[in-house]
């Protein structure tokens, strides 16, 4: 074992984590918040973003269902955020399934809230497409900078057949051409960190972005999605549908074709993500690309 990483008063994490694209550690603070400090993994294809100054008003002043953006003093790293809670909604959903999906609810609708008040604004000058949609669509070109990644494309291509990869690509190439809203960029579960009575904290900054409005909420959606697959013989398919519920309404938007297919851009990022920056698995690889294969075929129409 290493040797634990502390602060300066000596406290060590107490969560800690990393990939080769991001490595998070957790601290406990004197004032019972946690500071989440948030830096490039070792393998890290771009430095993080930081909101320009059109931008970065708007994600102070954003407030929903007693939810908030989290931003970092600056753009200088590793990245500090001072949030509510040490767990995020990833870490409860992994550790309690279905049986947590009621906590989560909650901090979802407030993100929903959150998500439509950065739509509202125009892109900022200049704004690049978010990260992901970058590795993505790298990928699917025959691009990807990790040498598993651009394999595993190739692997990829077949599970899927013709149609499927050639749907994957056109929606990765529409969602790159639109750069019509302002976006969070990943708003992942593992961002979104609810405390104990104190509000939600939905970490923000290192993504952003400009694209279609729907990549942000189909980043969630698609990890709903994916949560609810793998924990699926656990059964509570309801709870799953609820969170679903909860994040839509207040964003203010029903279930339709383009949202389904922002949700698998996202599925099929995380595929891409944890070859490259996790490691390969034959196993793992097999069962997301037919789980891939199935949602493409849904989201046709």
């Known amino acids: 074992m290493g040797a634990r990483m502390t602060t300066e008063t000596g406290r060590a994490p107490v969560l800690a984590f990393a990939t080769g694209l991001l490595r ?6 004197d004032d019972g918040r946690y500071r989440w400090e948030r830096a490039r993994g070792d393998a890290a294809p771009a430095a993080f973003r930081y909101p320009d100054e059109t931008l970065l008003p708007v994600l102070t002043a954003a407030e929903s269902a007693g939810a908030r953006f989290v931003l970092a003093a600056d ?17 409860r959903l992994l550790v309690g399934g279905h049986q947590a999906c009621a906590a989560v609810t909650g901090p979802l609708a407030g993100a929903g809230g959150l998500l439509r ?24 070109d025959g691009t990807a900078e990790r040498p598993d990644a651009a394999r595993s494309a190739e692997f990829l291509r077949p599970l899927l057949g013709a149609p499927g990869w050639a749907r994957l ?4 190439d529409e969602a790159l051409q639109d750069r ?22 939905l970490l923000a900054g290192e993504d952003v972005a400009a694209g279609p409005p729907l990549w942000d909420l189909g980043w969630i959606v698609g990890e709903l999605m994916e949560f609810q697959w793998r924990l699926a013989a656990k059964g509570g398919t309801q709870v799953w549908h609820e969170l679903l519920r909860s994040l839509l309404r207040a964003y203010g938007v029903s279930e339709n074709t383009g ?3 922002m949700a ?8 891409h993500d944890f070859i490259a920056y996790v490691g390969w698995d034959q196993r793992e690889f097999a069962r997301a690309a037919a789980f891939l294969g ?7 129409e």
């Open 294 to 300: 199935h949602l493409i075929k849904e989201s046709r």
């Open 24 to 29: 998070t550690t957790v601290y406990e603070q």
């Open 169 to 172: 690509r056109a929606w990765s």
């Open 259 to 261: 949202l389904r297919r």
């Open 264 to 271: 698998v851009l996202r599925i099929a990022l995380h595929l």
């Open 75 to 91: 753009g200088t790293e590793p990245r500090r955020y001072t949030a509510p809670g040490w767990q995020s909604c990833a870490h």
């Open 117 to 140: 008040a950065v739509h509202d604004q125009p892109p900022p000058p200049g704004a690049a497409p978010p990260p992901g949609l970058l590795r993505l669509s790298a990928w699917l």
């Open 180 to 201: 019509s809203a302002a976006l969070h960029g990943a708003p992942g579960l593992g961002a979104l960190v609810p405390g104990e009575g104190t509000g939600t904290g």
